[in-house]
């Protein structure tokens, strides 16, 4: 009814040339034709303001990496069996980011052949089969890496190597028991493993916890239970796909909150800022152990037009200060959904780091009651009223915020105040 004759006729054409997989945001799709900055632009040239993404991290169509791109793709783009020296200098600039102790990097074109990869070297390495992960967790869509993402659906069948760990959830936990009940999770799955005959190779966490429902706080929390994982032989693959590059605000890395060093740490979305790049960061020892028995090429992975972008993407990161950004205007938005929370009941948690939030919808703050349907009436409230966010977490009842780090503060501002009359509608 909503929906006009251009719209429908889009639709159709979709679902008959790319099937049903492919789901669409809203009850209402957005038809986007152009990106600049903070906004994304509709074909009637309305702008909606971006609270969403996570890939075009920096900007959409920021003109140091479109130039970066062009000039890129001007000049040569082929693959890594020839000597080149824009991957050597994105390498050496990315992992400069890195603590001590991660200083080698193999690249891939997507987040998903990033914990494939990541999966495969901590098998070899180690020796074992079994991986651990989160009740809800997403790492991807390949074979191996989409059994070990139940946020899939129900169509997804846990495999007989995994075993999942309640997600850090410090609102239903309580703060102070999230480190010891995660670390005691991950403890008793390893033993579950070893009494099934499986050996544990892989503890593998989103660095918040994104699809679970957005879990950073309290910082540190990770610590204990990486020390029962490496204590136990496995190795713990941090997957930043989602809270690399700054998202995070005071660290470049969403590990980093935690004080805790991984052996293999996972990248993409941003890295590019959309252009595909993607990759995996380790200690020398266990990338080496890998490479020396096993070929790896892929064919597109660290080609010289994603390197490219991907130097451009860091250079502007700092340059900009976007960490720092991330950081400041990040905090400014969570004293701001805080206020919201003391004026509307629905609000039940206000959590995140950085450019990263999930405000959780309740529809009774004592039972804790998940307020499905009102968050979805919100999100599409919200896109009529200009400004992109989504929903995540096993109930769907989680506002899932994540601006561009590129936000400044008159955009949090304009996201604070859609937010309050949105959630002031949805009481009638
Ligand atoms: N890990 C996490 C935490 C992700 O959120 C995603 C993508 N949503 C991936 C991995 C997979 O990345 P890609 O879509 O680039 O394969």
Redesign the pocket.
Known sequence: ERLDEQERRLIERRERLLGPAYRLFYERPLHTVRGEGVWLFDEQGRRYLDAYNNVASVGHCHPRVVEAICAQAARLNTHTRYLQEGILDYAEQLLATFPDGLDRVMFTC??????DLALRIARHFTGGEGVIITRFA????TGDISELSPSLGAGITLPAHARTVRAPDAYRLGAENVAATFAADVRAAIADLRANGIKPAALLL?GIF??DGVFADPAGFLAEAVAVARSEGLLYIA?E??SGFARTGATMWGFQRHAVQPDIV?L??PMGNGQPI?GVVARAEVIERFGRSVRYFNTFGGNPVSCAAAKAVLDVIQEEGLQQRSAEIGGYLLQGFRRLAERHELIGDVRGAGMFFGIELVSNRETKEPAALVTRRIVNDLRERGVLISAAGPRENILKIRPLLAFKKEHADLMLDALDQALGMSMN
């Open positions: 997507t987040g998903s052949e990033a914990n997403y790492h991807g869509v989103d994104a699809s997957d796909v989602q996972t993409g979305k993607a």
